[in-house]
């Protein structure tokens, strides 16, 4: 984790890392060896982000980068320069999963919570680019979202209703 | 979701409602407070240098070129440990003659598991402690290694232990007499062999642990992602000799625990050691890797069994063997033993039977410890239970379902005990039976599978009666001379601005217990649930308890908050009373508004009697104490446990070609007592049969010959996820238990006892036309292939 102060002999090897982060630009001295969702969760505070696997393969991690979902312990915080990166918090500041968080809470679509940020942006990213997905293919979506506690149908639930929903109210929009 | 068990036209009625969890909504906004997430001033970093070997001897440890490294601030062996922290022995008196070997936090001189730390160091981030683990050199002499189970049972196997005569942890039986002479006059008998493979909890957020010693003061903070808070408050006090209310141990929201975290874990141990060498706080995160190689694995079993039925296919007598392998030592402080203690109890608990003999082996091997997971020894008596039944109702030519009804419990015959002698207050076998046939559409399902399997489609249909140990008694643990609470306390207050507070020590991993907690005492209160805080999961606010494991959550936790609200209210009435010049029998409490009883018109806002007895005790009449906190504690009596029953039916499909497994449809029929919030109750019953379905299916712990766990990482060990897990139709029979007053038994367990026995059934259901069997889980497409004589 970066950010501490180290007693080092050796020439600092940090690297100054500059990223659009839920909207804001941010700076930060990276360690080369630091990923993503060190410096987001370290030095940059947003511990909405987690890491679960640590191998791409839970989706706990998951944060959108240039508005794609892309797994944070993947990739190097200086990979991500230059780039915006939307956490969790942001999302959820801005209202854009107002109504997936809303269906979850209702559904109960959650339990101990540590995968179900990374679940709304794996259903936000689907709902943005699927407008009315079947249940077998939200199932399939969140195949890269490990959840230990839910059995997974109410997050299907969940996103299924918002996507009727969204899909009423869009039709309700364009026929007006 | 089952229809409402109280008029919902009445404010405050909030038991048996589907209401939303009130602290849900800030983990979906990603505010959670994990102790992953936390950082304190000054705070350090740990991480361990694991052994690679199952068994070495440890001869030397170097470890100057790591404490000689910038950022490191100590480096730590077993000795070092080993000055402050007193062994730990993971035996209870209860199991005559086990034995375990006493544990430190890091070993001195011999490691005996591939995986297990041996040497810590703390420095200024996880990175610069990990650098310097590679900087650390031991010396290892292998020893031979015990692996295999059969390998730990062979006459002159080596010896995991040294000192020890022989791999033999625990031995026990039961005989209930009459069992030869019931197989002699049986008409049929039918045998099985069943291999159970070991497999772990997998919670998504891996073991953390921040130790935070204040020399100064003598104060040892932790903030631990574990389910008991009290249990480790004692453990460290009594390990580390620092006095109980210097100890605090603080459980935030933890990322998913099943029983997974409420083990003493080496790690946490030494952690905790570390920060008392330091005097500033320590953190550790067991990374992926780390969680499979040190998290306990559980339901390494192997299962003998035999069951004698007669001509009309009647359970007359069963016979049964387990033999389970724990890793080097038994767990502390509950024992690597309950489980196999139990899967040798709850074996042909739902039928009416009266032979029943039973023996159990635990032995060591030099594998990372098992214990207690998530529905402790269910899914394997289940899985014996079921397919003996189903073996037993082909071999006399019933249906699996016509056969269960034949042979479950009556409804009307209770109480009754199981052939083990577990008593049964009061369970509904009968009419779980009758509601899962309807729900599944049963005899359509048979029809539609017959036609399909016409066509070379080969469905399956599995069913599985089960009963799930809840609410356990001192005769669990306490009797064993475990320091774990079966009593639960809570504290509840009416703040000065009418509002409740209640701080009780059963804990929330998210399956709702602090919704349920608020509704209880709502309810009780007529105060609307907004208006209830519950706080949990912090030895210095709420009293002594045992916290939230064995389903005894909603059970004893909530019956604590209802006994503690109504003592609040009667509280509160009689302050009310002296106020208003009545009889305290004479008011009642309705939407936070004292009320008269008989008319029901509201009299006195409780807010007002609040505020006066607060601020203004002056105008209560002399000798007037207001006293609107109650500290209350409650412990079951009655029976020793409750227990709970169902069934369970799955419907997949298996392509005979690749040996995939398709589930298409799950059911549950449940009675859990009093249901106190419907969704809550119908998610942990999905998330848990999840669980089940994944050992049915997934989940192993795989090792190599030399004892090295081949897939310990979240690509090689499979978990369910969304898309091969099928929708699960769930129903209720409520049949509240009598031992208290709010009726509820307990339900987190329910799903993951029976659905593994399910897909069993099922699969073999399915393969019947090929006269192919399987006797082992998880049902790998490789299992499937080799039943079929195609792999």
């Given amino acids: ?176 | 979701m089952t229809a409402p068990l109280t008029s919902l036209d009445r404010p405050n009625s909030y038991i048996g409602r589907s209401v939303p969890r009130p602290n849900a909504k800030r983990l979906l906004a990603g505010r959670g407070r994990y102790v992953t997430d936390l950082r304190l001033p000054r705070m350090l970093h740990a991480a361990f240098l694991r052994s690679p070997h199952a068994h070495a001897r440890i001869i030397s440890i170097d470890v100057d070129a790591a404490r000689a490294q910038p950022g490191v601030h100590l480096v730590a062996s077993g000795a070092d440990l080993a000055m402050i922290c007193t062994p730990w022995t993971g035996t209870l008196d209860h199991f005559k003659g086990m034995i375990s070997e006493p544990q430190l936090p890091l070993p001195i001189d011999r490691a005996v598991w591939a995986g297990q730390a041996v040497v810590a160091v703390v420095a200024e981030s996880r990175a610069i402690a990990e650098d310097a683990l590679e900087r650390i050199t031991v010396d290892y002499e292998e020893l031979p290694a015990v692996v295999d189970l059969d390998a730990a049972r062979a006459p002159h196997a080596p010896l995991v232990n040294p000192a020890a005569s022989s791999n033999i942890c625990f031995r026990t039986q039961l005989d209930s007499g009459g069992v030869d002479e019931a197989f002699a006059a049986a008409a049929h008998v039918v045998e099985e062999e069943f291999g159970f493979g070991r497999h772990t909890p997998v919670t998504l957020e891996p073991r953390a642990i921040v130790a935070d010693y204040e020399p100064d003061s003598g104060v040892l903070t932790v903030h631990h992602a574990t389910q008991t808070p009290y249990q480790f408050q004692d453990l460290y006090s009594r390990h580390y000799g620092i006095p109980e209310a210097r100890v605090r141990v603080i459980a935030p929201d933890i990322g998913g625990s099943f029983g997974m975290k409420l083990h003493v874990y080496h790690e946490d141990m030494a952690v905790v050691g570390l920060s008392i060498l330091l005097g500033r706080p320590v953190k550790y995160v067991a990374d992926r890797i780390e969680s499979f190689v040190s998290d306990i694995h559980a339901r390494d079993h192997h299962v003998r069994a035999r069951m004698a039925v007669d001509a009309d296919g009647k359970i007359l007598a069963m016979d049964v063997v387990d033999v389970t392998a724990i890793g080097a030592f038994s767990t502390y402080p509950r024992t690597s033993v309950v489980e196999g203690n139990q899967v040798i109890r709850l074996i042909g608990a739902p039928y009416g039977f009266k032979s029943y003999r039973a023996a159990l082996e635990v032995v060591f091997q030099n594998k990372v410890q098992t214990s207690q997971y998530r529905a402790v020894g269910h899914p394997i008596a289940c899985a014996v239970t079921e397919r003996m039944v189903d073996l037993a109702a082909e071999r006399v030519g019933l249906d699996p379902l016509v056969m269960r009804a034949n042979n479950v419990i009556a409804d009307d015959a209770y109480p009754a005990a199981s052939p083990t002698g577990y008593k049964f207050e009061a369970l509904s076998h009968e009419a779980c039976l009758r509601r899962l046939r309807a729900i599944m559409n049963y005899d359509s399902l048979r029809d539609e599978q017959a036609a399909l399997r016409r066509r070379g489609v080969h469905r399956g249909i599995g069913i599985a009666t089960f009963v799930e140990i809840t609410n356990p008694s001192p005769a669990f643990y306490g009797v064993g001379g475990a320091r774990i609470s079966s009593q639960d306390g809570a504290t509840i207050s009416l703040t000065p601005s009418g509002e409740v507070r209640c701080a009780i020590s059963v804990t929330e991993q998210g399956q709702g217990t602090e919704a349920i907690v608020s509704q209880i005492v709502a309810e009780q209160l007529g105060i609307a649930q907004e208006h209830v805080k519950v706080l949990t999961g912090d030895t210095e606010v709420t009293p002594h308890g045992g916290a939230t494991w064995a389903c005894r959550g909603a059970g004893i936790g909530g019956e604590t908050a209802l006994q503690a609200a109504r003592q609040l209210k009667a509280n509160i009435l009689e302050i009310a009373a002296l106020i208003l010049q009545e009889q305290p029998a004479a008011l009642d409490i309705v939407d936070g508004q004292v009320v008269s009883r008989s008319t029901q018109q509201p009299r006195l806002a409780v807010a007002e009697i609040a505020r006066i007895s607060y601020f203004r005790s002056d105008t209560l009449p002399p000798g007037t104490q207001a006293q609107l906190t109650v500290s209350h504690h409650f412990a079951p009596q009655g029976y020793p446990f409750a227990f709970t029953n169902g069934v369970q039916g799955c419907y997949l499909e298996v392509d005979v070609d690749t040996g995939f497994i398709k589930l298409l449809k799950h059911y549950v029929v449940e009675d859990c007592g009093r249901i106190i919030n419907p969704m809550l109750v119908d998610e942990q019953l999905r998330g848990g049969v999840v669980q089940g379905l994944g050992a049915a299916l997934f989940e192993e712990c795989r090792y190599g010959e030399t004892g090295q766990l081949l897939n310990g990482s979240l690509a090689d060990y499979l978990v369910p996820m969304a898309m091969e897990m099928p929708d699960i139709v769930i129903d209720h029979v409520e049949t509240p238990t009598a031992d208290t007053i709010l009726g509820a038994k307990g339900c987190g367990e329910a799903g993951t006892a029976a659905a593994s026995a399910c897909v069993l059934n099922a699969v073999n259901d399915a393969l019947t036309p090929f006269g192919a069997s399987i006797n082992a889980i998880p049902i790998t497409p490789a299992r499937v292939l080799k039943a079929l004589n195609r792999y």
């Fill in chain 1, 1 to 176: 984790m970066s950010g501490a102060p180290v007693e080092l002999d050796d020439v600092d090897d940090a690297v100054r890392v500059r990223m659009v982060v839920n909207g804001r630009k941010v700076a930060c001295d990276v360690a080369p060896r630091d990923t993503l969702v060190d410096v987001l969760r370290g030095p940059l505070e947003l511990t909405g982000t987690h890491a679960g696997c640590e191998m791409g393969a839970c989706g706990a991690c998951l944060v959108q980068l240039d508005g794609c979902a892309v797994h944070a312990c993947l990739m190097f915080a200086v990979q991500a320069d230059g780039a915006r990166i939307d956490t969790i918090e942001g999302l959820s500041a801005s209202g854009v999963i107002a109504d997936l968080q809303a269906e979850f809470h209702r559904r109960n679509a959650l339990q101990c919570g540590f995968c179900t940020p990374g679940m709304l942006m794996t259903a936000h990213e689907l709902l943005s680019q699927v407008a009315r997905p079947g249940r077998e293919a939200i199932r399939d979506a969140l195949s890269g979202n490990f959840c230990r506690c839910t059995g997974y149908e109410a997050i299907v639930d969940s996103i299924a209703a918002v996507a009727e929903a969204r899909a009423a109210k869009a039709a309700e929009g364009s026929s007006r």
